[in-house]
């Protein structure tokens, strides 16, 4: 054995450090010098703009000094976090365009759309025209251009607190009062500051891609998708989704709960029940709406399709609708659309090769559309029963649906008009489930409703599935790659939307997922997701879950529904 001891001896630091990046390459550079500034050395070879950095396994800006050997992964626009960034950063530029035009008006950024962009409305003024939007766009790119820095302070709690105090920002001040760190990190560009919960971009010369365009009486904040980082997809008609937006905002209004910091209100001054009580009769009052809808066309109907993505709440929608059609008198039949699966050699496979279930070639769709029409005939049908172990259609039930039965199909594809193309569409009813909105932190701070469904899967896979949060992060990619193909698409062939987001929902989840998600490894990747959804828990103050309905949609994941078992077929 080598004898290596008399080369081991103290020696003075190096000027340099090592950037190891994940192919094996290694840049070298001054001890101090930025991330931003080792990573101009790498080619760009039209990969997407890279925007943030892993360095060691945390998560971290640009901006980040080097001051010792590290092992680096760049972040960029294709990816979840470095879109996050990117959004993040462009709403700063907004708002400080906005204020510097707008002294006295206030900007709200409220609502994500799915093509890309997030619905903004404005307060103190009269809603912005036109032209009135160019001047605000045209300031933005002005800042583009100038290539600001993004500057990152920390600073004392209570100096933040009396900062948005004294501009007058009490949606900021009600939600830092109940913040646990004493300390807050806030960014600079010129002379503006505000708190932004997550990273930024290094300056705003990142932020080429957007563009505003006027919606009724806000207008939408555009910027690009992770699959396309460097241009916009064509805006579609938001029409059914503006309604949506306008009806939350109603029903916050209604709530007196317009932020995080509201709510927490509620719950530390015990008012939080009114709050959940309220919010679940709007629910069910929406629900009764879209019975009323379906009642209205019941002599011409004869499928309603319910789609939506993940943790969307599909199925307490399906049941409770069902419930409000019985006292209509209307007796619906579910269809199953997971027995429609083809069998599994015939299941489309991805480009990894591993089973694609949500492609809609994983469906018999001329088997289902037989079925319907044999079932709307008046006919007696056998039904297939899918068996998941053996991965093979079987025979199932044999059903006659009594004269003028309406059926109920729940699935992903329930809005594709490629599912079911031989029903006329005079007899079909689409409505497409989801958290389409949210409670946000404050006027700047969205709540993303992806994530709020993603911190509901975590704790329904744990509980029903017997899956650990490092799992359900794992696969949560894949099932959004899934959802922006085969669902996002088609929302605008729903007759009817329902917002499942409940105002109250992620402090009831709060202490349901926080213990899942301390499980995740640190040594994982999937630790810089968890460690992220932690960090925006921390916002939420909890509340007791008992006082939820036993019939609410949050029970099918927190796993307490009574509707859980309900049937009302009988042969």
């Avoid at 029409?373 to 899918?386: D, E, F, S, T």
């Amino acid at each position: 054995m080598m004898d290596n001891t008399q080369e081991i001896k103290f020696n003075s630091p190096r000027n340099t450090v090592e950037v190891h990046l994940p192919d094996g390459r290694v840049i070298t550079g001054p001890r101090g010098a930025t991330m931003e500034e080792f990573f101009t050395v790498l080619e760009n070879n039209d990969r997407p703009p890279i925007v943030g950095v892993v360095t060691n396994g945390k998560l971290k800006e640009l901006s980040h000094p080097v001051n010792m050997d590290v092992e680096a992964r760049p972040v960029d626009m294709s990816e979840a976090d470095g879109m996050r960034f990117y959004r993040r950063s462009l709403t700063f530029l907004l708002e400080i365009a906005f204020h510097e035009i707008f002294p006295h008006a206030i900007l709200n950024i409220d609502h994500s759309i799915s093509s890309g962009g997030y619905f903004c409305q404005v307060y103190r003024r009269s809603p912005l025209s036109k032209e009135k939007l160019e001047l605000v766009e045209d300031k933005m790119r002005e800042l583009v251009e100038q290539n600001l820095k993004f500057e990152r302070t920390k600073v004392p709690l209570e100096e933040g607190i009396k900062y948005f105090q004294l501009q007058g920002n009490k949606d900021k001040v009600r939600l830092l009062k109940h913040r646990k760190k004493d300390y807050l990190t806030l960014y600079k560009v010129n002379e503006h500051y505000d708190y932004h919960h997550g990273y930024m971009v290094p300056s705003t010369g990142y932020l080429q891609w957007f563009d505003l365009i006027p919606m009724e009486d806000g207008f939408i904040l555009r910027f690009p998708r992770r699959a396309t980082p460097t241009s916009l997809q064509p805006a579609p008609k938001y029409h059914t989704l503006l309604n949506v937006f306008q009806r939350y905002g109603a029903w916050l209004q209604r709530l007196g709960i317009d932020s995080v910091g509201a709510l927490n209100d509620a719950i530390k001054e015990g008012h939080v029940r009114k709050t959940i009580l309220v919010s679940e009769a709007l629910h069910a009052q929406h629900i009764a709406e879209i019975a009323a809808q379906i009642e209205k066309r019941s002599n011409d109907l004869r499928v309603v399709l319910i789609a939506g993505p993940s943790s969307s709440g599909k199925t307490t929608f399906s049941k409770r609708l069902t419930i409000q059609l019985l006292a209509r008198g209307i007796s619906p039949f579910p269809l199953e659309m997971d027995n429609y699966f083809v069998d599994r050699e015939e299941t489309p496979r991805e480009e990894d090769g591993s089973l694609n279930f949500e492609a809609l070639q994983a469906v018999n769709r001329e088997r289902l559309n037989s079925d319907l029409k044999g079932l709307i005939a008046g006919n007696r049908v056998q039904l297939p029963h899918y068996n998941f172990h053996r991965g093979k259609s079987e025979e199932g039930e044999i059903i006659q649906l009594r004269p003028g039965q309406i059926i109920i199909l729940e699935g992903i594809h329930g809005l594709n008009p490629d599912l079911i193309p031989t029903i006329p569409q005079e007899q079909t009813f689409r409505v497409y489930v989801s958290a389409l909105t949210q409670l946000n932190l404050d006027r700047h701070n969205r709540v993303s409703t992806t994530d709020t469904r993603l911190i509901r899967r975590i704790v329904r896979d744990y509980r029903e599935r017997g899956y650990d949060a490092l799992e359900t992060i794992n696969r949560w990619e894949s099932v959004r790659r899934g959802e922006k193909k085969f669902i996002f698409p088609y929302q605008g062939n729903a007759d009817a939307m329902f917002n499942s987001a409940l105002a109250y929902e992620l402090s009831a989840l709060k202490p349901l997922a926080e213990p899942i998600l301390r499980q995740v490894p640190h040594s994982t990747p999937e630790w810089i997701e968890a460690k992220r959804l932690l960090a925006f828990l921390e916002w939420f103050l909890p509340l007791d879950i008992e006082m939820i309905p036993d019939n609410s949609i949050l029970q099918e994941f927190i796993g307490n529904s009574n509707l859980r078992d309900f049937k009302i077929w009988e042969q």
